[in-house]
């Protein structure tokens, strides 16, 4: 039997019917049932119970955005560190391998390619790397599992949310055997909050950056074949292979959903920091070589979006 | 056998000389022996070698002082909240009772009784609470182990570093079996740089408030006197009982001293954090009925303190 913690969030979701589809049997335990953020009840349970595998997409995001975590450090704290070192002690002390849902967004811009070396771009702005990537696409390579984060507390700026996932990730490597999942910007058919295609349509402006992300039951899929091929344990980078620009992704929602609305974009970074951000964003071009080498497959970015659009279900509003 | 992580700190060195005082059998392991920071060796060492009890005095203070923990957001949360999950969640899994030392530094302020009812006077000024402890000192109280943390991430504004120490006994509690010590800014006979006798003749200008404090192997040993007499695990504030002013302290060290230099002190709070500081100080009075009911005992704080300065070692500076 498989445990999901967190079956009920957007993430939660997609594991949740993609075990449904696969027909494992699984469980989805609410909080209310096991208090798995305490260390004792959770080993008594993973005792009595031994999973075969536990799934964590528990976490604190912040609402409506990550600006929310700033004023709320203990929960981001113990939501993104503390949670997963919580489980990764106590799924070690039962030993029972598992994986946690990180986040790509421990890191920020790009690494570039140029006669051969390749470097790190962290303050790149938003219209020099669309130059680059208009001009020289195959100079710009994403960040691999072996990077270590550029956008956290021991390499910042950063947001909170940002360095507490940077910070789980650092406290779980090395407890036990566990999957260390990282999507980036989930999206996909279903008009939610929390879908990249949704918010897009509803910031009042853009902001234009350069992204690696992830189609959410893509993702789902993607991280249960790791298990189900018994993929090496450790840290994979799970989004649709390839990067977009906020610009692109505009332009797809036009194609398809033809909305009324005309988009704006903020003029530049700093306006967009000034008027609608607190705290900084990640934006970051993420490398899925370790992944697809792996044998799991994930469509290639624009197939994926282009595949939302055309399917598009407008959230039911009655 | 009793297990000592941190044991060649400042307090951890008060640990190892009252446990070889009482002949007791102990081992001071250091990092490069095992790294109780990594749950896996941990978990298996304390499995093979099944100690009666662990204490950890290991953590994250910043040197010189707190400032410096602001800009080690990562170290800070590791030292102070992840460590002490670590040991908390492998001596749980193997059944091994254990001590934490914590800090009172989670509080600010004091406690006052006005016509029978009691209030948290958190933003107080020195002045404000000198007056009131020269006039009514029977009003003031210190806060107790059952108060909430109110100089926390979750009731701010704090340091990071109490953040983090707050954050710390949260994450612990109800983990397994330990012992949460609060000490307070040790002190005692020998100069040192973590001497808050020390630190106060080194100071240029001295910060006036009010503080409750430990004498360095008071704690020591009303700590080891707890688990000698199996009280209850859980949260003791360790202080030596009372409280004193700045002032109180710097006319002591005349007395005692003579030191050739004249004690300044900052005008204000104000003028203190504007030249002197970068991140907030906790400055508090605890109570410590709980450890005293239990049947342990404490000096005086003004006996303890006039003690230390009798015996006053200066550092050997050859």
């Known amino acids: 039997m498989i445990l999901l913690f967190g079956g009920t969030g957007y993430l939660g979701g997609a594991f949740r019917l993609e075990l449904q589809r696969r027909e494992l049997p699984f469980r989805n335990v609410s909080r209310s049932e096991l208090d798995y953020t305490r260390f004792d009840p959770l080993l008594t349970f993973l005792r009595a119970n031994q999973p075969e595998f536990v799934i964590n997409c528990a976490g604190y995001t912040g609402k409506p955005n990550v600006d929310a975590c ?11 560190a503390v949670l997963p070192l919580t489980i990764a002690t106590a799924c070690a002390a039962a030993e029972i ?19 051969g070396r390749e ?5 790149l702005t ?5 130059a680059l990537l208009e001009n020289s696409p195959d100079w710009v390579r994403g960040f691999t599992e072996t990077d270590v984060p550029n956008f ?20 779980i490597r090395g407890v036990g055997r ?16 929390r879908n990249y295609l949704s918010k897009l349509q509803r910031y009042a402006k853009v902001y234009d950056n350069v992204n690696s992300i992830s189609h959410r039951s893509d993702f789902a ?13 450790g840290i994979y980078n799970v989004t649709n292979p390839g990067f977009v620009t906020t610009r692109q992704v505009v332009a797809l929602v036009e194609k398809y959903l033809k909305p009324a609305r005309r988009f704006e974009f903020w003029a530049s970074d700093a306006e967009f920091y000034q008027v609608a951000a607190k705290t900084p964003r990640s934006n970051c071009v993420l490398d899925t070589t370790k992944l697809l080498a792996a ?12 595949a939302a659009l055309q399917n598009w279900q407008p959230e039911n509003k009655s």
Request: net charge negative.
């Open 97 to 115: 391998p598992w994986g946690q849902v990180s986040s790509g967004c421990i890191y920020t811009g790009a690494k570039i390619v140029e006669s």
């Open 70 to 80: 700033e004023t709320a450090k203990a929960d981001t704290l113990v939501g993104n």
């Open 221 to 233: 899929t993607a991280c249960l074949d790791l298990w189900a091929q018994r993929a090496p344990f």
């Open 126 to 130: 938003t219209p020099q790397l669309r």
């Open 152 to 171: 956290s507390f021991r390499d910042g700026p950063c947001s909170f949310y940002s360095g507490t996932k940077a910070l789980g990730e650092e406290v």
């Open 119 to 123: 470097r790190v771009e962290k303050d």
């Open 295 to 306: 044998g799991v497959k994930m469509r290639p970015v624009l197939e994926a979006l282009e």
């Open 178 to 193: 566990s999957y260390i999942w990282r999507p980036r910007i989930p999206f996909d058919e279903f008009d939610n909050v």
